[in-house]
């Protein structure tokens, strides 16, 4: 595995033919909405496990890494919490965000995963 500066370098020097490539195609067949934001590439990139990185969520509320039992969960508002935090925050079969006053179901959560 790749980390740090030197494995974003070496992740964009793995990059860089393929996105000039389709940089290329797309000025020539004049597609210029393919991008639509800014963050966001019209292609997948594989850059092999060497770069891979398993994704580590601690939850906001309870400051403690979700794990199996304890998966991230997101909410209807796009707010991003443990299964643990969510079932703290429940009073009477609802759920208010901690971010936001949007109340909701806790049933309407979803497991998310990195």
């Not at 980390?3 to 370098?9: A, D, E, L, W, Y």
């Not at 490539?21 to 092999?48: A, F």
Request: aromatic share 8%; hydrophobic share 35%; proline share 7%.
């Amino acid at each position: 595995m790749v980390g740090g500066k030197r494995g974003s370098f070496a992740s964009g020097c793995m990059a860089l033919p393929v996105l000039m490539n389709i940089k290329q195609v797309i000025e020539q067949r004049q597609c210029s909405g393919v991008w639509t934001h800014k963050d966001e590439l019209p292609i997948e990139i594989d850059l092999g496990k060497k770069c891979w990185y398993h994704s580590v969520f601690a939850c906001p509320i309870l400051r403690q890494q979700t794990s199996e039992s304890n998966p991230p969960m997101k909410l209807i508002c796009g707010h991003v919490i443990s299964r643990d935090a969510l079932n703290k925050l429940t009073n009477a079969g609802k759920l208010k965000c901690p971010y936001c006053p949007m109340e909701q179901n806790p049933s309407d959560a979803k497991q998310i995963f990195f």
